[in-house]
């Protein structure tokens, strides 16, 4: 097991993921419904499925597509929906 590379995943995620809409959604079903376990529970479940499938996807990927061209692109469409987001496009 690399400890490296899952501390590393683990905290570039957690850092990522502080204040974004999956966040903001949990805690507005938990605002409403005052259930937190149910809560708890489904979105773990779904985040878990979510990322497995990026790493499906990465995978298989990866073997038609070198992982350095796949960054960059990765880089220039996170870049493009910024500026769509700053224009008012998205």
Same mark, same amino acid.
Do not use: Y
């Given at each position: 097991?690399?400890?490296? !590379? ?12 502080? &204040?974004?809409?999956?966040? !903001? ?6 605002? #409403?419904?005052?259930?937190? !376990?149910?809560?708890?529970? &489904? ?12 790493? !499906?996807? &990465?995978? &298989? ?6 992982? #350095? ?22």
């Amino acid at each position: 097991m690399n400890w490296k !590379l899952l501390l590393s995943t683990f905290s570039l995620l957690f850092l990522a993921e502080l &204040g974004d809409k999956t966040q !903001l959604a949990v805690f507005c079903l938990t605002c #409403e419904h005052r259930q937190p !376990l149910p809560i708890f529970i &489904g979105a773990t479940a779904a985040l878990a499925l979510v990322t497995l499938i990026g790493v !499906l996807f &990465g995978q &298989g990927l990866t073997r038609i597509v070198p992982a #350095e061209l796949l960054r960059k692109a990765a880089a220039v469409a996170f870049v493009l929906v910024g500026i769509l987001v700053w224009f008012d496009v998205l």
